[in-house]
């Protein structure tokens, strides 16, 4: 897959029961499967990752964080009064 800076069409068409799109070669997808979702008005396809692979991700996403990595909160948050909480 290459990114095209230039808009593209495709061919829309009924299978069946279905509605389908033509791809042009140059989006072809070198996967079975792909993730389809909206984002506003437009239809975003992405080749369906394995649990393999999704999980590698999510743990390489995880290492790039600081290991120092905290939130600050700009005041403390009151404790509950328990007491108020029984009938």
């Given at each position: ?13 009924t ?44 743990m ?16 403390e ?11």
């Amino acid at each position: 897959m290459s990114a095209l800076t230039q808009p593209n069409t495709a061919k829309v068409f009924t299978t069946g029961r279905s509605q389908a799109v033509r791809l042009p070669k140059e989006f072809r997808f070198s996967t079975k499967e792909v993730t389809i979702e909206w984002q506003g008005d437009a239809v975003v396809l992405r080749p369906k990752l394995d649990s393999a692979t999704w999980a590698q991700q999510v743990m390489e996403a995880v290492a790039a964080f600081d290991h120092d990595f905290k939130i600050e909160r700009s005041e403390e948050w009151p404790q509950a009064d328990r007491e108020q909480l029984l009938p």
